[in-house]
């Protein structure tokens, strides 16, 4: 869990004080599109887009922008020469690193994702090298801030509802269960009255490699500039940094 929960939390946190609006949408607006495009216009039928549309709910894109990337990934208007694949490389310290990218022009994006991962200390690998290092799970995140359930009434509702386990760091309760019942999970949580979570499927490291020193300092470095890529739909890490080292790097 710690490189999941880690580099979620940075992100969280970054988020909070992001201005750059513009990018956020974007990202949420192609994943509805592709989620459209792969499994149809229907929330009700197609699970990875129900799931699009409500994370773009509740990180407040308007209705309006999700409606247009609907149509979009449906096949209404003209149809764009866009893909989604998957990158894998490793990061200072031997961090293995997972991209999914989503991009009209496959040539720049890998120039571009080399040249990161070789200017920050990382190599781009082969298809591959690192993907069996994760599982494909599903997980709930809630803001502890945003719920007055103590972590034994989560832990209760996650148990009963058939979650894997639910974990706290920092700020955050994660909670993880098979992506088949995400959606049972998720709608548990919600008749507890925690209305106020994100749901996903995500990758989770099945182990971890702690770094510090300058490896970490560079990591921090590669990850952010990978997560700043335009074409960079979600990025995923098996690294564990400790808190004292991650709060120096952060300062």
């Known amino acids: 869990m710690s490189g999941h929960s880690k580099w979620a939390n ?11 609006r513009g990018k956020v949408f974007s990202r949420l607006g192609r994943e509805i599109m592709m989620a459209a495009r792969r499994g149809g216009p ?23 922008n999700i409606n247009r990337a609907i149509q979009r990934g449906g096949g209404e208007g003209a149809q764009e020469n866009i893909e989604e694949f998957t990158y894998e490389g490793y990061g200072p310290g031997g961090v293995a690193i997972l991209l999914d990218i989503v991009t009209d022009n496959r040539n720049r994006t890998a120039s571009d994702v080399r040249h990161l991962f070789s200017r920050h200390g990382g190599n781009l690998g082969e298809s591959g090298c690192v993907a069996w290092m994760f599982d494909k799970r599903g997980t709930l995140t809630i803001i502890a801030a945003d719920t007055k359930k103590s972590e034994d009434d989560l832990m209760m509702v996650a148990l009963e509802a058939g979650a894997d386990d639910l974990r706290r760091e920092d ?16 709608e548990a949580f919600v008749a507890a009255g925690v209305s106020k979570l994100e749901a996903e ?21 590669l990850m952010e500039a990978l997560e700043d890529h335009e074409d960079v739909q979600n990025l995923y890490a098996n690294f564990d940094i400790p808190d004292e080292v991650l709060a120096k790097l952060e300062a």
Do not use: W
């Open 201 to 221: 499927i995500t990758m989770i490291p099945k182990s971890t490699v702690t770094i510090d020193g300058a490896d970490a300092e560079k990591l921090m470095r």
């Open 42 to 64: 229907n929330p009700d039928i197609n699970f990875r887009l129900k799931l699009a549309v409500q994370k773009a709910r509740a990180n407040n894109l308007p209705m309006d």
């Open 10 to 20: 940075i992100k969280h946190r970054k988020a909070a004080v992001d201005t750059k």
């Open 171 to 186: 700020d955050t309760y994660t909670v993880v269960t098979a992506p088949e019942q995400l959606e049972t999970v998720r």
